[in-house]
């Protein structure tokens, strides 16, 4: 009799061990648009750090090759509703192509935070909340302060990323619009990087070689503001036209610092990562959270770069 309790003890031990490891092993799975950008790993030490604080869950961090791998976007969202994660923190690559699977998540009673860029409108009941900076105010910012350097005339160049995203949407359109408004300065480009570097490279040469008289010039990502910022020196351009980038990691910030950029606005996107885990897991329990959320933006120029304020958002 001893023998069969003993058993019968064992087994329930193993079944608490067993529940006791799933209940420690709840999946939010962060899905980004690419995982080759120091921006995007900057969210996942955000997410990571949510996550560390938040008993009985655990995340997954992916992305494709590229923030222009829209399909494969989509399968790992896909598959994260396969494996039924607990929840799901979603940087759309596109606004339009994710909304189905967006769709499926909320269907199969999966929350979804959206980061970084919005859905569109159709979308707008399939997840619980957005986080991101405010990419149109972000853009007017940028505008502001190129109409303060160079003046209400001339030529400035834009050199974007992928054109669509909401990310991109706002964050160019806010600069171009802001800038036919405020002033009478002709706008050359956009230019579509794709979010490559090199492609910027190439892009800005161009520019700047085919605009002899051109006054500013502003690069409106990571990569693309990475490959300006290198053309501008390899043309001997440094100092000689106001440049603003977008993002702030080492590159841009080198590049802030020996006078190539006149500033970059910087996101806040460890805390993209950090606060959209935590408001999916909210939701996931139960909580009520706003539906937008504003993770900030600074404008960090030479003057203020080692201002508390900025090595906040510095990565």
């Known amino acids: 009799m001893r023998k069969i309790v003993s058993g019968i003890l064992g087994m329930v031990a193993s079944v608490a061990l067993v529940t006791g490891a799933a209940a420690a092993d709840k999946e939010i ?41 829209i399909a494969e976007q989509v ?5 994260a509703i396969n494996r039924n994660v607990a ?33 569109s409108e159709s979308a707008e009941s399939y997840y619980q909340a957005f986080l991101a900076t405010d990419n149109r105010k972000a853009g007017e910012l940028v ?7 160079v003046g209400k005339t001339g030529k400035v160049a834009v ?13 160019v359109g806010g600069f171009i619009e802001y800038i036919k408004a405020n002033s009478d300065i002709e706008i050359v480009g956009p230019f579509y990087s794709q979010s490559q570097m ?49 993002d702030g990691n080492k590159d841009l910030q080198d590049f802030v610092r020996d006078g190539t950029l006149d500033a ?5 996107s460890f805390q993209m990562g950090q606060l959209g885990v935590n408001a999916v897991i909210d ?32 990565y």
Do not use: C, H
């Open 29 to 69: 799975a962060v899905i980004v648009k690419t995982t080759n950008s120091n921006f995007w790993q900057n969210v996942n030490k955000g997410a990571s750090s949510a996550v560390a604080k938040a008993e009985g869950y655990d995340i997954t961090f992916q992305g494709p090759e590229s923030d222009t791998a």
């Open 264 to 268: 970059i606005a910087v996101q806040s």
């Open 87 to 119: 929840g799901i923190v979603l940087a759309p690559s596109d606004t339009e192509a994710l909304v189905p699977v967006v769709k499926s998540a909320n269907e199969n009673g999966i929350p979804v935070v959206i980061i970084d860029s919005l859905l």
């Open 198 to 246: 090199a492609l910027a490279l190439n892009q800005t040469t161009d520019v700047l070689s085919a605009n002899g008289d051109l006054k500013g010039i502003y690069g409106a990502s990571e990569p693309t503001a990475i490959g300006m910022a290198r053309a501008i020196v390899q043309s001997g351009k440094a100092g000689k036209l106001v440049a603003i980038g977008f």
């Open 75 to 79: 399968n790992l969202v896909q598959n």
């Open 159 to 171: 050199m974007s990323f992928v054109a669509g995203v909401g990310s991109e949407i706002g964050r």
């Open 283 to 314: 939701v996931a329990e139960g909580k009520t959270v706003e539906k937008f959320i504003n993770t900030g933006l600074v404008m960090v120029t030479k003057e203020n770069i080692d201002s508390a304020e900025a090595q906040n958002v510095l």
């Open 143 to 149: 505008a502001q302060m190129m109409i303060d350097k």
